[in-house]
């Protein structure tokens, strides 16, 4: 696989917040809060919806193996471990008895894992010890030696790969000259050169000049979803997200389809993005700033001055066929 080293340090790069997961058993309410809420408190999908008995009864009387199994393989449409796979077993054990708590079933109460918890084994927990991954503890490509070794800090403009900014004049430079590989490691030397990796994928007119979406579809490449196993697969959410936009620019279509069969949902969701349509405000100049979808385009995905991938819809007219 020509590609292999790009993409599996641009991979390696966006699940590294999930190894950050800390080792403490985090309760029910934690669990919900950050992976179940954003489908089960409103009913997205038709989940079950928190506190409401029921529709939880029947799914309550196949048995608790069964909803275990359920949320934890995956079951119709909700993901395996609601698209978490950094979550415990056991705290997803928790998060159902939390749910089944808060729905009226007084038997999971004090069960889902709180400070309460009659068990000998989960750590001392309280509401607000979850890891708080904010959206700038996402490191940008150019940073993993600083993750090694935390205590040498460099600082960068944001924008340093923003091209909408500063427009490359050259592209794809040799992993020793990119600036984003640190050039005294000698695996540097080792890696692929971009440009002789690049040229049997498809092309595109900005950023590093491939389209990895096409590339993708087309089977140029076939990235490892998970850096440590090389058969698990990746749960594709098919759900556009329209954002309708003021002034005349097209509104911004959101698509999760492309974004999931290369991300994991933890990337975006809640540090990024809470999971609810119309939650977040989202605007052009925190964009640029490198957050929102800043935080990865204009660094590891296409850049911003690709206007109309993400505003891609017309309008709609008020006056008109509705079209
Ligand atoms: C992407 C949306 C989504 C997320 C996130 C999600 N769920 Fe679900 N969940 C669903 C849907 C949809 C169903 C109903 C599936 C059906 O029966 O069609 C469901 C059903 C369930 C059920 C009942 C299964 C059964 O056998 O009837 C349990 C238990 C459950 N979810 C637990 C969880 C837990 C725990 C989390 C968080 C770790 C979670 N879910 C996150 C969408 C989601
Ligand atoms: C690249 C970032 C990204 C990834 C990865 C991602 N999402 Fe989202 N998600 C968003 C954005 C952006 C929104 C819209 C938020 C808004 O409108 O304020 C959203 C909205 C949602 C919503 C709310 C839908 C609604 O109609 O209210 C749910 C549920 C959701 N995402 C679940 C998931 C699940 C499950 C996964 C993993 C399979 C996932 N997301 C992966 C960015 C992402
Ligand atoms: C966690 C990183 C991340 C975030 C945050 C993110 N994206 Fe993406 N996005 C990607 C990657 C990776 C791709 C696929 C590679 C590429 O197209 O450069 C992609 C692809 C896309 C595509 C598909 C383009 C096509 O050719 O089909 C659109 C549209 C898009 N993103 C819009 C958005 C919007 C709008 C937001 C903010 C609401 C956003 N993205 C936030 C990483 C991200
Ligand atoms: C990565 C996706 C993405 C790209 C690329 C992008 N935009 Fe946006 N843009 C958004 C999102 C998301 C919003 C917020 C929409 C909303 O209000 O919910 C937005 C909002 C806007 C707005 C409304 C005012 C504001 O600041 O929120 C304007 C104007 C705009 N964009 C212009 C542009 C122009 C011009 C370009 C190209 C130079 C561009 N955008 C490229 C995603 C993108």
């Not at 096409?214 to 089977?219: A, G």
């Amino acid at each position: 696989m020509k590609a292999y080293h790009l993409i599996l340090t641009i991979l390696f790069v966006l699940t590294i917040s999930s190894a950050f997961a800390e080792t403490e058993i985090r309760s029910g309410k934690d669990i919900y809060d950050m992976a179940c809420a954003g489908c089960h408190a409103t009913g997205v999908l038709e989940a079950p919806k928190l506190g409401s008995k029921t529709d939880w009864d029947k799914r309550e009387k196949q048995g608790f193996e069964v909803l275990m199994i359920h949320a934890l393989k995956g079951f119709k449409n909700m993901p395996a471990k609601g698209g978490n796979p950094t979550i415990k077993d056991q705290e997803i054990e928790n998060a159902i008895k939390y749910q089944l708590a808060q729905s009226g079933f007084d038997q999971y109460k004090e069960k889902s894992g709180s400070t309460e918890n009659n068990k000998p084994a989960p750590a001392k927990k309280t509401a607000d010890t979850r890891p708080k991954i904010i959206p700038e503890a996402i490191p940008e490509t150019k940073n993993i030696a600083k993750i090694k070794q935390p205590k040498k800090t460099r600082t960068h403009s944001v924008n340093r790969f923003n091209r909408l900014m500063k427009p490359a004049a050259e592209w794809n430079l040799s992993p020793a000259k990119d600036g984003i590989h640190d050039p005294e490691n000698e695996g540097t030397l080792l890696l692929q050169p971009p440009k002789q990796a690049f040229e049997s994928l498809s092309n595109a007119k900005s950023g590093n000049r491939v389209d990895w979406v096409k590339s993708l579809q087309n089977k140029e490449i076939s990235p490892r979803y998970d850096r440590l196993s090389d058969d698990s697969k990746p749960v594709v959410m098919d759900l556009n997200i329209v954002r309708e936009v003021k002034g005349s620019m097209p509104d911004v279509v959101y698509p999760h389809k492309q974004h999931t069969e290369w991300l994991d949902c933890s990337n975006c969701h809640p540090a990024i993005f809470i999971p609810q349509k119309g939650a977040n405000q989202i605007s052009m100049a925190s964009i640029l700033l490198g957050q929102q979808c800043g935080v990865c385009h204009g660094k590891v995905a296409f850049p911003v001055s690709e206007c109309r991938k993400c505003h891609s819809q017309k309008k709609a007219l008020k006056t008109g066929n509705g079209k």
